[in-house]
Each structure stands twice: as C-alpha cells, then as structure tokens.
C-alpha cells in the first residue's frame, strides 16, 4: 500500500492505493483513486522514501469515472441504488466510500454510455457531481 500527497488541495491530506509491487520502487495501482487526479488502475507509478507517489511511468489506458452523490438531496439513497444496479449491470468494475463517492473503472474500449445517461439527467437535478480522468 502507498500514499497519494494531496496536501495541495487539503493541508496533510493523503489518499490510500491499494497495489501490487513490481519493483522496490515500482508499483501497479490495484484499485480506483476517489481523489487521486491523473493515476488510474493498472496505472504503473514510482514512490518516493517515504511511500508516496513521486511518479505515473506508465498509464494503463484505463479512465476513472467519478461520482459525489450529494449528501442532503432527498433522493440519495434511491439514486444510490440506481447507480450500483447500473454500474453492476455495466460489468464494470467500481468502488464505493461511505455510500456517497462513486469509482468507476473505464478499460480501454469500455462503453459507460448507460452509466453517464444517468449521471447527466441527477446532475441537472443537483443530485450528484461527476467527472472522469485519465
């Protein structure tokens, strides 16, 4: 397990990444980042001493799509349920936080295109945030 430094954006704060290492200071992202702009999975990255990310060598390919469910809108926990049957239904692989953030894996020639018709219509609504990365 390593560290993303996101101390840019919150003071000492830092992301958690799960991985599979290749070399003492190589590893395979093994999981979808929440938070972690730029580092995708499968994404190979270098650490520094003390096992933070100091560099992406090799970028798998794979897009995270990104989800924020907004917490006090009224409808969350039926959107909740939508969203998971949907991602589940999609085959594509996905990761919740506290029932709020969704991760959503984008291989190569993945087609999202059910997901993100969703997540366009709640948007409009004021029902989630989302974005993807690469």
Known sequence: MIHADLSERVEGWREQLWTRQLAPDRFEIACLPFFTYGICH???????????????????????????????????????????????????????????YLSVDLPPGADPSPVIEILTKHRETGALFWETDS
Do not use: C, M, N, Y
């Open 42 to 100: 499968r994404d190979i990255v270098t650490i520094d001493d003390q096992h933070l990310v100091s560099a992406v060598v090799e970028k798998s390919g794979h897009h995270t799509l990104r989800v924020a469910l907004v917490k006090q809108h009224p409808q969350r926990d039926q959107l909740h349920e939508l969203l998971h049957g949907e991602v589940v239904a999609s085959g594509l692989g996905h990761e919740w936080l506290q029932g709020t």
